[in-house]
């Protein structure tokens, strides 16, 4: 089943205590994205990768990091967390069809608080 | 910068009615993308538009990519209560890239 998994879904941590929420992908996707998404706001977009290596700026990446060394696996690290960063957090991959579609697969989300 | 405003932001409709929302953009956009967020789950691609003018269907969905290209809209028809949840437009800020700006959404409410 082709899928976008994230790990944890759910998760309390404290000011300052480094954390790691991993994405992971089966559908060999070139492209992945993480997404927090708050009340009023929609999505916005915080990183995104086109390829192995390759990873750029979203609309709000302060206080993110990621990496892609394997291509089915884009983890999102935050280094010292912050209460402005709790969140719900997606993950999503795509894949560009000959005819230009874009599908969008997007993961279950990870509910991340602060405090 | 760039923003995509939605139209209405909520709405209550009885089951079997037709709705309409729509999206629009400060600036020009050469993909819109429909997304619907069911209650408690990640956004699912809905209905993908490429051209100015283009109408797409998918299902009881129809949406059109506005000649402007500033604006794009989106229409359900009988409505079921299963379509309840938060509809999201969405594109490229640029094109050809994966930089991807999100509307605030719409949030439907089907009655029974």
């Known amino acids: 089943e082709a899928q976008v998994t994230q790990n944890p879904r759910y998760l309390i941590t404290v000011t300052g205590k480094k954390l790691t929420v991993t994405c992971s992908q089966n559908?060999?996707?070139?492209?992945m994205s993480w997404y927090r998404q708050d009340p009023g706001l929609g999505l916005r977009q915080i990183y995104y990768s086109m390829n192995v290596e390759v990873t750029d700026k979203g609309d709000v990446p302060e206080g993110y990091k990621v990496s892609r060394k394997e291509k089915r696996n884009f983890p999102l690290i935050l280094e010292s967390p912050s209460p402005n960063q709790t969140s719900l957090y997606f993950c999503a991959s795509s894949l560009l069809l000959a005819g230009g579609e874009e599908t969008q697969y997007f993961g279950p989300g990870t509910r991340l608080l602060v405090l | 910068g760039q923003q995509l405003n939605q139209s209405p932001q909520s709405m209550f409709i009885q089951e079997g009615e037709d709705v309409s929302m729509n999206c629009t953009s400060s600036s020009i956009f050469n993909t819109w993308l429909w997304y619907k967020q069911d209650p408690g789950e990640g956004p699912v691609l809905l209905i993908a538009?490429?051209?100015?003018?283009e109408l797409t269907s998918n299902g009881r969905l129809t949406a059109q990519f506005g000649i402007t290209r500033k604006d794009s809209f989106l229409n359900i028809s009988a409505s079921i209560p299963s379509d309840v949840g938060i509809y999201f437009c969405a594109g490229p800020r640029t094109s050809g890239t994966y930089k991807y700006i999100f509307g605030t959404g719409t949030r439907l409410k089907v009655l029974a």
């Open positions: 559908m060999n996707h070139e492209y």
């Open positions: 538009l490429y051209k100015a003018g």
